[in-house]
């Protein structure tokens, strides 16, 4: 994410100050209005009987807004963006969004893939598809594919394994014309639950021969290239 950083003049993207879960009218007015906030992050799904995405945590039955509204809040305000799709149904029709609105501040797209992968009772989306419909409508964003490493169903973490290797392969071969800095990002909730991501950051068409990320950014090339070969 450090092109991220860079936009808003920081050396380091631990120093990026988010505002997370911005769902109602009243905390999106207050974050964009809060100097101190650079990134303002939102779930998006459909709702029961909504015609467009919204922006609201999933298990939420009455939403405030949709993405349309929220998202152009947000850019006339300066702030970046990152959608987290809650849902497979809610990607296309959100990227159709942002393709309209042309923010010229960040945008994230984030998914968990095992909530968009394909169920018995669902359609869904495959990684490379994900990857592939940001890129086709919003080829500048930081696209975020992330994934549990530890769920009560695949408790020894054989999906997880098959899952990097997945990606890792997509990264090398299938990304298309957009080159990438690849992050991997890392973490531990308060449950039971660890989680992790991979970010694919778009580079220029004239990318530094050295990164320039920062601190917390670890150069993962040498995995993706032992773990194809």
């Not at 159709?96 to 394909?118: C, E, G, N, W, Y």
């Not at 500048?140 to 054989?158: F, N």
């Amino acid at each position: 994410m450090q092109s991220i950083a860079h936009y808003f003049g920081l050396a380091d993207t631990a120093d990026l100050a988010w505002a997370h879960s911005v769902h109602s009218r009243t905390y999106l007015e207050e974050s964009c209005n809060d100097a101190t906030l650079h990134m303002l992050q939102g779930e998006v799904h459909f709702a029961a009987e909504d015609a467009l995405p919204c922006v609201a945590h999933a298990w939420q039955d009455i939403a405030d807004m949709d993405v349309a509204t929220w998202a152009a809040a947000i850019i006339a305000a300066g702030k970046g963006l990152k959608i987290h799709f809650a849902d497979a149904a809610a990607v296309e029709p959100t990227l159709s969004v942002l393709q309209r609105l042309k923010p010229d501040t960040p945008v994230m797209l984030h998914a968990d893939i095992f909530t968009l992968l394909p169920s018995d009772d669902s359609e869904g989306l495959e990684p490379e598809q994900f990857v592939r419909l940001c890129q086709q409508y919003c080829p500048k964003a930081v696209i975020s594919i992330g994934w549990s490493l530890k769920r009560e169903a695949d408790a020894d973490g054989r999906m997880e394994e098959v899952l990097i290797h997945q990606i890792s392969d997509m990264a090398l071969k299938r990304l298309g014309p957009v080159n990438y800095a690849i992050e991997i990002h890392a973490g531990y909730t308060s449950g039971w639950e660890r989680g992790a991501a991979l970010v694919f950051d778009p580079l220029p068409e004239t990318a530094p021969a050295a990164s320039a990320g920062g601190a917390n950014v670890v150069n993962a090339g040498h995995l993706f290239r032992r773990s194809a070969a």
